[in-house]
């Protein structure tokens, strides 16, 4: 595809999200408010989408990484780097937003149960991924793919967290069983703009990776 | 009588007077009547928490929504910076192009 083209789809979806982002909080403020947790739930509109993208970031980064282990391709390589980073923004959005709304619907900042532990480590574990990656030296490259692997393999155990152990979190049927109407409609309004936010933010991570990589290239050649 | 029986016996003194003086205070404030109102002696639930004792939720979805906000455009800043950084790279290497 001619780069003029791909840019300009990228700037036409940066626009788009922006316009999304604009207009999201108009959305979420004239959902109906929660009986029991009142305005506070409201957070959820925000949480919920973020901690999607968390695992959509952990998964394109574990697939990514098996490709390039197994296969050798530097593009997946670059891939599972941005989607590495985007773990980790979309992650700490959910490892402050969660206990902000924890400690007015619960009264506590933080609970160690399965859900939220297992969401600490999760985000931990992508940071170790860029840690290494970044200080690892030669050859860090595997080894970091290796640990996304992992990451990717711990996103199941964190989604059905909540209906296997006792927690104080709700259970993943809220979204799917227990959304009033009201709510449905401004929440996957959320779900779509944070996707596309997060689609623009993988694109221009990775071309930005890619770009990198050729000036590199070229430094190589200039030198020999 | 020695020297060491009249210190032991000034030792026990001390003692009980320095006793005397911490029980002594709380002893007297047990015997005062409740500063503000009647004494309270029982617990009785209310069905909901009066307002001003509330935590606001209106700040706290506002804070959590300002931070997703930091957070992401401090990730389009770091993205900006590390774009900049190539350009730079590149006028570089033009530059090192020309002059050979």
């Not at chain 1, 789809?9 to 909080?25: D, H, Q, S």
């Not at chain 2, 506002?62 to 401090?74: R, S």
């Amino acid at each position: 595809m001619d780069q003029r083209l791909k840019d300009a789809r990228i700037f036409n979806l940066i626009v788009f999200a922006a316009v999304l982002f604009a207009i999201g909080p108009y959305f979420v403020m004239s959902a109906p408010v929660e009986q029991t947790m009142g305005l506070i739930q409201k957070i959820f509109y925000y949480h919920v989408p973020s901690a999607m993208m968390l695992f959509a970031a952990a998964f394109v980064c574990g697939i990514g990484s098996a490709v390039f282990l197994f296969k050798k391709h530097a593009a997946a390589d670059r891939l599972a780097l941005a989607a590495g980073e985007l773990a980790v923004v979309f992650g700490i959005i959910v490892l402050v937003t969660g206990p902000i709304w924890a400690r007015k619907a619960w009264g506590v900042w933080w609970q160690w149960d399965a859900r939220l532990t297992s969401s600490l480590l999760l985000w931990m574990m992508f940071v170790a991924y860029l840690l290494v990656r970044r200080f690892g030296g030669p050859g860090s490259e595997k080894l970091s793919a290796a640990m996304a692997l992992f990451g990717m393999a711990n996103v199941p155990f964190v989604y059905v967290s909540v209906n296997y152990w006792r927690t104080l979190h709700p259970k993943t049927s809220v979204i799917t069983e227990g959304l009033a109407p009201g709510m449905k409609a401004p929440f996957w309004f959320c779900v779509v703009a944070f996707a596309i936010l997060f689609t623009v933010l993988l694109t221009l991570r990775t071309k930005l990776e890619k770009d990198r990589a050729v000036v590199e290239e070229l430094y190589l050649a200039l030198d020999e | 009588m020695s020297d060491g029986d009249d210190m032991t016996r000034m030792r026990i003194a001390a003692t009980a007077a320095l006793g005397f003086l911490l029980t002594a205070g709380p002893v007297r404030a047990l015997g005062q009547p409740p500063a503000g109102g009647a004494q309270v002696n029982d617990y009785v639930p209310v069905t909901s928490v009066p307002a001003a004792e509330q935590l606001p939720a209106a700040p706290m979805v506002i804070g959590a929504y300002a931070f997703l906000w930091v957070v992401l455009l401090a990730y389009v800043f770091f993205l900006w910076r590390k774009m900049k950084g190539l350009e730079r790279e590149l006028a570089d290497l033009q530059k090192r192009v020309q002059s050979k």
